[in-house]
């Protein structure tokens, strides 16, 4: 019954993420915080989901808000803490707390220690399990290296990715886009040069993006509101929020 109701809890608060309505999607990580420890609710498998729901999902939430700030004081209050019950959780589990929370310090510009987490994927040999989140792991890879300004290893690092997808035959052109577009813009040397690239991609993905199939990748990456800062100079954050109003 324990079990039953944890995942009736996730459920709604997944729904109620779907539907965009945030308060009542925190409302169920709160009713789900506050059963930690009761009796029914103590065992190994409930302990390691219930820690999964107030880390991971916790900070997706808040990403999705672009409340990256936010995101990120709940991976330093409660990461350190709970890093064994993390090593001991699913393999998926694990991958999505990687990647959720590579995408909060890229958000929050620490692009260096996102990249450890980062890493943590891409060097992951058992990469079956997830493709998605895999495969997203190297558009996040390429955005980070690029706002850290290390263009010689995109072209290395594209060229990987798409060995990936062609492995992986996964069926979404946004990715490859992206992919063939930042290579584009690495090679640029002024900023003259590189703003038309920008417009030029944003302008794909947005054609791409009329398709529900390929806006699974905005679940994860919100590469639109990326492509927006490079033009506009507003921040990556202040512009998912404005995503989300309109």
């Given at each position: 019954m324990g079990q039953r109701?944890?995942?009736?809890?996730?459920?709604?608060?997944?729904?109620?993420?779907?539907e965009k309505n945030f308060d009542l999607a925190h409302q169920m990580i709160d009713q789900i915080k506050g059963?930690?420890?009761?009796?029914?609710?103590?065992?190994?498998?409930?302990?390691?989901?219930?820690?999964?729901?107030?880390?991971?999902?916790q900070m997706n939430l808040f990403n999705i808000q672009g409340q990256f700030e936010k995101?990120?004081?709940?991976?330093?209050?409660?990461?350190?803490?709970?890093?064994?019950?993390?090593?001991?959780?699913?393999?998926?589990?694990?991958?999505?707390?990687?990647?959720?929370?590579?995408?909060?310090?890229?958000?929050?510009?620490?692009?260096?220690?996102?990249l450890k987490f980062i890493n943590l994927l891409l060097n992951d040999n058992e990469q079956q399990l997830r493709q998605d989140i895999y495969s997203f792991s190297r558009i996040l890879n390429l955005m980070l290296h690029f706002d850290l300004e290390?263009?010689?290893?995109?072209?290395?690092?594209?060229?990987?990715?798409?060995?990936?997808?062609?492995?992986?035959?996964?069926?979404?052109?946004?990715?490859?886009?992206?992919?063939?577009?930042?290579?584009?813009?690495a090679k640029t040397a002024t900023s003259s040069e590189t703003i038309p690239i920008f417009k030029e991609t944003l302008s794909e993905i947005n054609l791409l993006l009329v398709e529900e199939n390929e806006r699974v990748i905005l679940d994860y990456?919100?590469?639109v509101s990326w492509l927006k800062s490079?033009?506009?100079?507003?921040?990556?954050?202040?512009?998912?929020?404005?995503?989300?109003?309109?």
């Open positions: 109701y944890v995942l009736t809890l996730t459920h709604l608060m997944q729904s109620y993420i779907y059963l930690k420890g009761k009796v029914g609710f103590k065992s190994l498998y409930l302990n390691l989901r219930i820690n999964n729901i107030l880390l991971t999902d995101s990120r004081e709940v991976y330093q209050k409660d990461y350190t803490k709970n890093k064994d019950l993390i090593e001991r959780s699913s393999k998926e589990n694990q991958i999505k707390f990687y990647f959720t929370t590579a995408y909060t310090l890229f958000a929050v510009d620490e692009k260096k220690e996102a290390n263009y010689e290893y995109i072209e290395y690092s594209a060229n990987s990715a798409i060995r990936y997808l062609n492995k992986v035959k996964r069926d979404h052109q946004i990715e490859k886009v992206f992919i063939k577009q930042i290579k584009k813009i990456i919100d590469i490079k033009l506009t100079n507003d921040s990556f954050s202040n512009l998912v929020k404005h995503s989300l109003k309109t």
